[in-house]
Nanobody
Framework: QVQLVESGGGLVQAGGSLRLSCEASGGTFSSYAMAWFRRAPGKEREFVAAINGRAAGTVYADSVKGRFTITRDNAKNTVYLQMNSLKPEDTAVYYC????????????????WGQGTQVTVSS
């Protein structure tokens, strides 16, 4: 069983930056693809970014491409999401997820989820 704990959320002005972290425990971290999803108020949860186990491949949602960067440190069992040029529409609860299957955007292929961290971007 893998446990995931997110941190780093908060309130930031439009144009600002935040870095989210997700620390994993209870499994072999490097064997999992990791991803970030988000749920904005009144909307469905959506894919944001993912990275494979060896950090050799990444994929991003079009809405964040060029502004967000996903990285991981397997020695620290941690995945990060650097968010730059934040917009009010980035306001959401951000979730970390782990997949045994591979690098995918579909939520159904992720086996473990964190509790989420709130990101609020003011205009």
């Amino acid at each position: 069983q893998v446990q995931l704990v997110e941190s780093g959320g908060g309130l930031v002005q439009a144009g600002g930056s935040l870095r989210l972290s997700c620390e994993a425990s209870g499994g072999t971290f490097s064997s999992y693809a990791m991803a970030w999803f988000r749920r904005a108020p009144g909307k469905e949860r959506e894919f944001v970014a993912a990275i494979n186990g060896r950090a050799a491949g990444t994929v991003y949602a079009d809405s964040v491409k060029g502004r967000f960067t996903i990285t991981r440190d397997n020695a620290k069992n941690t995945v990060y999401l650097q968010m730059n040029s934040l917009k009010p529409e980035d306001t959401a609860v951000y979730y970390c997820a782990a997949s045994r299957v591979g690098l995918f955007t579909a939520q159904s292929l992720y086996n473990y989820w964190g509790q989420g961290t709130q990101v609020t971007v003011s205009s």
